[in-house]
């Protein structure tokens, strides 16, 4: 049976809603707060869409896809160590791929946006909306953790640093 367009109206509104909640679930209690006006000071606003709004940047856009070099991948929003170099791979998704997060780092969120289920990831510390969790990942985890190089930076294991 095919749904009325009142129906596809109300379920769309009541998935949208859902997710909205979900969201909002999501941004209570974190170390680090900042206003919408401050974080869009010290973000640039491709990582702003993505951090604060849940964006997603295009596939192959991020340079940090093409990092190869020992080190840490931090949180943009707030400098949160997330996800060693060790545990990076080429997924062939077009965005910056791990098996792992580091300990502590990272949250996960259901999110039922765009008529799906999955797994978001967003740091701990701030709340910030980093990617997405698969399991279709390497060994020894099985997960690909599908991160948007905007929510990020590289620090080389020798401290000096990639910037914002």
Known sequence: MKPTRRQFTWGTTAALFLGAAARAEKGKNF??????????????????????????????????????RRGTFLCAGCDLPLYSSETKYESGTGWPSFWQPLENAVGKTEDRSWFMTRTEVHCRRCGGHLGHVFNDGPRPTGLRYCMNGAAMKFEPAGGESSGK
């Open 31 to 68: 170390e680090v707060t900042r206003t919408d006006e401050e974080w869009r000071q010290i973000l640039t606003p491709e990582q702003y869409q993505v951090l604060r709004k849940e964006g997603t940047e295009r596939p192959g856009a991020s340079p940090l896809n093409h990092e190869k």
